[in-house]
């Protein structure tokens, strides 16, 4: 009797049979359209996060211009002196409700006012986010020589701006940071060791 190897006849067989290259064909297209599915979702989930940042960047730039057009007595007052530099030497926001549109608002007119030496910001509940804006406006204030920030809840993004500002800034003298969350208990403090 003859053996005859049936795997050797089969995948012969197999190779030269039209039914089998169809199969292989429609094997690989199927793969290239799960590639190209696979492509357009990634490129449809990036594109839907690009535009869900663009949103709300959006939206913060509208409720910052609504707060502006909303502003009324002492911070109006606040933002048309600091415009025109004529703003007292000191000035508290105390009383004042801010919120991170009109914080924003306030960093901004800081950067650039030459009349202001002395700010209150106390107990206006400026997050992490806001404060990291705030000491920004240090990097290009040459008046400012005091700043009170005490009783909000600036965090350690917020000291390493400063850190950063307070090497630039020659003329600020005294800085308040009582009572804000520039450390946490097992985390990094890189911030305030830069500060020292």
Same mark, same amino acid.
């Given at each position: 009797?003859?053996?005859?190897?049936?795997?050797?006849?089969?995948?012969?067989?197999?190779?030269?049979?039209?039914?089998?290259?169809?199969?292989?064909?429609?094997?690989?297209?199927?793969?290239?359209?799960?590639?190209?599915?696979?492509?357009?979702?990634?490129?449809?989930?990036?594109?839907?996060?690009?535009?869900?940042?663009?949103?709300?960047?959006?939206?913060?730039?509208?409720?910052?211009?609504?707060?502006?057009?909303?502003?009324?007595?002492?911070?109006?007052?606040?933002? &048309? !002196?600091?415009?025109? $530099? *004529? =703003?007292?030497?000191?000035?508290? @926001?105390?009383?004042?409700? /801010? +919120?991170?549109?009109?914080?924003?608002?306030?960093?901004?007119?800081?950067?650039?006012?030459?009349?202001?030496?002395?700010?209150?910001?106390?107990?206006?509940?400026?997050?992490?986010?806001?404060?990291?804006?705030?000491? &920004? !406006?240090?990097?290009? $204030? *040459? =008046?400012?020589?005091?700043?009170? @920030?005490?009783?909000?809840? /600036? +965090?350690?993004?917020?000291?390493?701006?400063?850190?950063?500002?307070?090497?630039?800034?020659?003329?600020?003298?005294?800085?308040?940071?009582?009572?804000?969350?520039?450390?946490?208990?097992?985390?990094?403090?890189?911030?305030?060791?830069?500060?020292?």
């Amino acid at each position: 009797m003859i053996a005859i190897d049936v795997t050797f006849i089969t995948a012969s067989w197999l190779l030269t049979n039209p039914l089998f290259a169809c199969f292989q064909l429609r094997q690989k297209n199927d793969r290239e359209e799960r590639d190209r599915k696979k492509e357009k979702d990634r490129q449809a989930k990036e594109k839907e996060r690009r535009d869900k940042a663009a949103m709300e960047n959006a939206k913060k730039e509208a409720e910052a211009q609504e707060e502006s057009k909303r502003l009324d007595g002492r911070m109006l007052f606040f933002l &048309r !002196a600091s415009k025109g $530099n *004529t =703003t007292p030497n000191c000035y508290s @926001l105390s009383g004042l409700d /801010l +919120g991170e549109a009109r914080t924003r608002i306030v960093a901004r007119t800081l950067a650039f006012n030459t009349s202001l030496t002395t700010l209150h910001l106390s107990r206006k509940g400026i997050s992490d986010k806001e404060g990291q804006d705030l000491a &920004r !406006a240090l990097l290009t $204030n *040459t =008046t400012l020589r005091k700043i009170e @920030l005490e009783f909000n809840c /600036l +965090g350690m993004q917020t000291a390493k701006v400063l850190a950063l500002a307070l090497r630039r800034n020659k003329t600020l003298r005294y800085l308040d940071l009582e009572s804000n969350e520039l450390t946490r208990e097992g985390e990094e403090t890189g911030g305030v060791e830069e500060m020292i």
